[in-house]
């Protein structure tokens, strides 16, 4: 199997009037079935180095590899299918639409998707809305949905292509620490069944969830960890509900 995610001395320059230097040769590989934590400072490159990983935007030099695929020499519409098929997407702000159910939430990529599956985009929907918990929240709209049940949807929305990789910016920032626990639990059950993740976050605490932390500081990676002790989501929230007894 190929590495999942291949990087070569990516550099990035905004161009403005005092040009900003925000990654200056980032190298990292990451294989299949890793979950990766990205710390640093605000302002470290962080989310310029999740967009290029995500393909959405493109380096100023230096090269990437994704899945085997080299994603230098693509053009815009090679790199919306690459993106739609390889990649799935988590957000802070969870970024759903509104007065929409879970369920169209989900199938929304399928629909845009130029290479149709065989499976019916409803079907692969709602199989991606059980995965997370969802069951019985299908015809919710989002409004109608708690916070930590909106990035739930937005999880199963990132899993409806199959992605070879889940990119999530912040995922928990907009939650409380209960909440949080809950949706690391998810992560971490995904990613024992294969499914390789990229996280930023803020926390060293929810770094604890991951199994490896690479850190970022002005646009370099400064350090790249094994995570010793791995937190277990699911068992601490067992012990959180116990304390309260719920
Ligand atoms: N579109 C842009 N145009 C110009 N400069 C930008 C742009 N996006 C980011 N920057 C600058 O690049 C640097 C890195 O920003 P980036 O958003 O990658 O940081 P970050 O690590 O994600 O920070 P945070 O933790 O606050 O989200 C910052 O100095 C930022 O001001
Ligand atoms: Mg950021």
Do not use: W
């Not at 990087?7 to 990035?12: E, G, Q």
């Amino acid at each position: 199997m190929p590495e999942v995610i291949q990087t070569f001395d990516l550099k990035k320059t905004y161009p403005l009037e005092e040009p900003v230097h925000a990654l200056r040769g980032v190298n990292l590989t990451i294989g299949p079935g890793e979950f990766v934590s990205i710390m640093g400072a605000s302002g470290s490159g962080k989310s310029t180095f999740m967009n290029i990983l995500g393909c959405l935007d493109r380096p100023t030099s230096g090269s990437y590899e994704l899945d085997g695929v080299k994603v230098g020499g693509l053009s815009r519409n090679e790199l919306a299918d690459i993106r739609n098929e390889k990649i799935g997407f988590v957000f802070q702000g969870f970024n759903l639409l509104s007065r929409t159910s879970a369920l169209e939430n989900v199938e929304l990529p399928l629909v845009y998707q130029r290479k149709k599956s065989k499976i019916k985009p409803k079907d692969k929907a709602m199989d991606c809305l059980v995965r997370v918990g969802l069951a019985d929240r299908m015809g919710h709209q989002t409004q109608q949905l708690s916070g930590g049940q909106q990035q739930r949807v937005a999880i199963a929305r990132s899993l409806v292509n199959d992605p070879a990789l889940i990119l999530a910016d912040e995922p928990t920032g907009n939650l409380d620490s209960r909440t949080s626990l809950d949706l690391m639990g998810l992560f971490q059950e995904l990613n024992q069944q294969g499914i390789t993740i990229v996280l930023v976050t803020h926390e060293p605490d929810i770094a604890m969830f991951t199994k490896r932390c690479v850190e970022m500081r002005d646009g370099l990676i400064v350090r790249d960890t094994p995570i010793e002790e791995q937190r277990d989501a699911k068992l601490e929230l067992e012990e959180f509900s116990g304390v309260i007894g719920i």
